[in-house]
């Protein structure tokens, strides 16, 4: 079992920065892949960016693709998610997930925080 808590939400003007944390406990923490994810409502859930083990293979979605930024700390299991230039299409909540494999699916990932919501006003 890994138990996963992400913080760092809030509310933030388009062009701003956010930056989230998701902790990890339980299992090794480096033995998984972690990825960010977002919901907007009405919408489904949304790969944004992943990890690999030891943090040196990322990957993002087109739409966040240089302005977010992963990364991981194996040291401290946590993992974060650096959010520049922020726009109102980015608003919906994020989660992270903890998952074997290096993978953009959601159901490949097998744990998952509680989310956190990132509002973006223009």
């Known amino acids: 079992q890994v138990q996963l808590v992400e913080s760092g939400g809030g509310l933030v003007q388009a062009g701003g920065s956010l930056r989230l944390s998701c902790a990890a406990s339980?299992?090794?923490?480096?033995?998984?892949?972690m990825g960010w994810f977002r919901q907007a409502p009405g919408k489904e859930r949304e790969f944004v960016a992943r990890i690999s083990w030891g943090g040196g293979n990322t990957y993002y979605a087109n739409s966040v693709k240089g302005r977010f930024t992963i990364s991981r700390d194996n040291a401290k299991n946590t993992v974060h998610l650096q959010m520049n230039n922020l726009n109102p299409e980015d608003t919906a909540v994020y989660y992270c997930?903890?998952?074997?494999?290096?993978?953009?699916?959601?159901?490949?990932?097998?744990?998952w925080g509680q989310g956190t919501q990132v509002t973006v006003s223009s």
């Open positions: 997930a903890a998952g074997p494999s290096l993978a953009v699916d959601t159901t490949l990932y097998d744990y």
């Open positions: 339980g299992r090794t923490f480096s033995s998984f892949v």
